[in-house]
């Protein structure tokens, strides 16, 4: 079955897959509000056999609604647009638990634009001058579960969680609360952790809450940090 892009592109679903995957291929939902970066974007990756662009949207909004219709394994997404921005629409999509994989790809580099997008849920940050093999890479990388980050977009992270947060170090944390860390730190949203621990996403959520009350920690990205930190990540 072929999906149609908002500029009239077909492409059949599944694809045919590459050296670098087998299986279907990965379904990328673009969210830009420049129809030129759009078309740039789509016109490397639908030359990628792994990867399948399933659709486009110019703005948050649009972004939210084309991704709860095509549910994309990956969305690429701008972080300043017109209307509702790239970090508010990731945070509704967590709000959704809405399971794409978000990876930002935006010029704006500075820290007070790269951390609130990755508090909100970002499972990467890339630049737009970013190599397009590297590119490729991201999205099949954020794909397969891991966080990928920059190095220096990672150190303030980390120089933002040295001031205070996460100082529990003393708390225990039962085995299945370590189990549900691990799961964080791997890019797990709820939804995927209920599946791989067979519980309702109901008690995953309140041992992610138990979680961030026992390590003194804001968000999952923290408790990702803190994990890879005290080598409690898978």
Known sequence: MAEEGRDGARRPAGG??????????????????????????????????DIEVVGEASDGDEGVARAEELRPDVVLMDIKMPGMDGIEALRKLRELDNPARVLIVTSFTEKRT???????????????????EALAGAIRSVHAGHVLLQPEVAGALLAQDETGAGQGRGISLTDREQEVLGLIADGRSNREIARALVLSEKTVKTHVSNILMKLDLSDRTQAALWAVRHGAAG
């Open 114 to 132: 790269v951390v609130p997008a990755l508090r909100a849920g970002a499972s990467g940050y890339v630049y737009k001058d970013v190599d397009p």
């Open 16 to 49: 045919a897959g590459t050296g670098h995957g087998h299986g279907r291929a990965i379904r990328v939902l673009l969210v830009d509000d420049h129809q030129v970066v759009r078309r740039g974007l789509r016109t490397f990756l639908e030359v990628q056999d």
